[in-house]
């Protein structure tokens, strides 16, 4: 399970939670599979994050990019990719490949662990990833 | 002008040497008559590195599924040859003290090598599970060039960072163009120094052109592969943030499925922080250079 932040809910994903609104009146059940119209509905609500289950929640340890939207794994391959800038990612498969496991790491983590603050402690393994894969989020680029 | 390798090889000679233990170990293991019980003798001699291997082999890293409390349990459940690269990974933290530099981090390039370490270790279960522990020093050795250089030519060192920043070149270009040689010949100079295993220096020599290797190309291939997944991962030695280029052949080498990539870089995110929190606390706990000599 995850707290996903709005930006990065996807239609499709299952509440592990019960949402209520302020006033404590139940929206959506745990369980309930969330709609386009759903999110519509959270969002003029003002809800900033809900929590659901991963497609890894409960597997093996694997890896699963179902949770992630495309626009959150490319946005966490634009903020490693000058690392590979020596590497020629773009022509040896290899390198290509590498770079797209650690893009989905990082972007898996960043779902998982939404917000900059949850590693304010200065503790975890591509931190400073994240931050930048959040930074290219919010300011996309044309 | 540039300093001369030579130059930089007669201060290798006034490095810290190897612990006597160590060397003692090394002479047994080429003494056919020597049993687990010579060895452990030996190695008892000295307690605290001792204390150290065992903590060691008892860890979650190591993963063994009962507590070894004797030298010479880890002697049978290794083997001898695996004990020594043991003690050897325990050694060579001590180097890491250095004071650190603005521009440069030794503590970083102990997390990077710690991280190679580790990968080359996952590597090895995969494709020689009975070289694990020579791989492991292997990657925990591979850049101690570097820290060689920053100990004794910190000022050209520094320009080598500062240069392959400012001209965006790969760190060993910036130190052929600037020194004339780069640390992968400066490290292997040192493990030739310390008398270590030839395929060990070998592997120290060319871990980024393992094609060049004569009786480490396996392992060297291993160690350039372990190097370029910490990069990526971002477990960067400082100084060099970009991702060394593959060799071409190394991955046919490896006949390394590309499959088992991913459940290996998660492997080592988790192992690396357990291995890094363990080595780490080493590094920290261990009284300094100069306080172990005051108390000799």
Known sequence: MARITMENLVSGMRLNKPICNPHGVLLLKAGEILTEKHLKILKSWGFREADVVLERDGEAGGASEVALSPEVVNAAQGAISHRFRHARADSDPVMAEILRVVAVRVAERQSRLPGAAAHSDGSGLLRGDIQAAQENRQCPRD | ?296
């Open chain 2, 1 to 296: 002008m540039p300093p001369r390798l030579e130059t930089l090889v007669q201060h290798i000679g006034s490095l810290p040497s190897l612990p006597t233990v160590l060397l003692r170990v090394g002479e047994l293991l080429n003494d056919p008559r020597t049993s687990a019980m010579n060895l452990s003798r030996v190695i008892l001699e000295d307690q605290a590195l001792t204390a150290r291997l065992l903590r060691l082999v008892n860890s979650a890293f190591y993963g063994f599924p009962r507590r070894i409390a004797t030298v010479t349990e880890v002697l049978n459940i290794l083997g001898y040859y695996q004990v020594r690269n043991l003690l050897l990974s325990v050694v060579v933290v001590d180097l890491f003290e250095s004071e650190e530099a603005a521009e440069f981090s030794p503590v970083r390039l102990w997390e990077h090598s710690a991280g190679t370490a580790v990968a080359a270790g996952l590597l090895a279960r995969q494709l020689c599970p009975e070289d694990r522990e020579e791989l492991f020093v292997a990657g925990l050795l591979h850049d101690v060039g570097k820290l060689v250089e920053f100990q004794f030519i910190r000022k050209e060192f520094l320009r080598v960072v500062a240069n392959a920043q400012a001209e965006d070149l790969p760190f060993r270009a910036a130190e052929q163009s600037v020194l004339g040689f780069s640390h992968d010949r400066v490290g292997s100079l040192l493990a030739s120094q310390w008398k270590l295993p030839i395929r060990l220096a070998e592997t120290i020599a060319y871990h980024h052109r393992p094609d060049l290797a004569q009786v480490a190309k396996r392992e060297a291939t291993i160690v350039h592969l372990a190097d370029i997944l910490c990069h990526a991962l971002g477990i960067g030695p400082g100084g060099d943030d970009g991702v060394p280029p593959l060799d071409p052949d190394a991955w046919q080498r490896l006949r390394f499925p590309l499959t088992m990539l991913e459940p290996l870089i998660s492997e080592l995110e988790t192992q690396y922080e357990a291995a890094r929190a363990l080595l780490l606390t080493d590094l920290k706990a261990r009284p300094k250079r100069a306080e172990r000599l005051a108390n000799v």
